[in-house]
């Protein structure tokens, strides 16, 4: 397996931190063509207030510490406004890494680490839970969203049926279970050492 440190993607921070950064640049670069479509790189910014490349929402940055309820940065951040975040990458790359370890935690607090290894049977093929797809569904949902759909298809036996959910659980549940599938297999976390 090549080192995922030495991937080239577009979505990187500057190659003498890359030696430091636990997040890999491949899971990375596919949060940032999810969340950003690929387009705009670091300065996408959408009407619900997300931001960057990666669309950190007022409520993940202020989760981090990063912003209050108010919009105003904090000194933490290293910017002064949602202008100097966009034009500032590596705070971009900074803040995703804190989001990612702050919903590691979230996760193991939520026993939704503990669920990992479990098979959720799907109208769209089998699948089991990873850590590295539950951090990307943390990030498109957040972690309580997260617990609470886990809880759900537990109670179910892990069999993830879409003919029966409401609207609502379609809404809330789908994005979760998709970021869950296709994140399965891209390391979030570079191994250690390299």
Not at 11 to 18: A, E, G, M, S
Not at 93 to 114: P, Q
């Amino acid at each position: 397996m090549p080192d995922l440190a030495d991937t080239k993607v577009t979505l990187v921070p500057d190659p003498k931190l890359r030696v430091y950064w636990p997040i890999s640049a491949r899971f990375r670069e596919e949060i940032g063509n999810e969340e950003s479509r690929g387009n705009g790189g670091y300065r996408v910014i959408n009407k619900s207030g997300a931001l960057g490349a990666y669309q950190l929402t007022p409520i993940a940055l202020e989760d981090i510490g990063w912003r209050d309820k108010n919009g105003t940065w904090s000194e933490a951040s290293g910017v002064a406004n949602d202008e100097a975040f966009l034009n500032n990458p590596v705070a971009q790359e900074i803040a995703l890494k804190e989001y990612l370890l702050k919903n590691r935690h979230y996760a193991a607090k939520f026993g939704s680490l503990d669920r990992i290894g479990q098979t959720i049977q799907s109208d769209g093929g089998n699948f089991a839970i990873t850590e590295d797809g539950l951090a990307a569904a943390m990030h498109r949902a957040g972690a309580p969203a997260v617990r609470d759909f886990l809880t759900f298809l537990a109670e179910r036996g892990w069999v993830s049926d879409h003919s029966h959910w409401s609207k609502d659980q379609k809404d809330r549940f789908e994005p979760i279970e998709a970021r869950l599938r296709k994140f399965a297999d891209i390391p979030y976390l570079r191994p250690a050492g390299r």
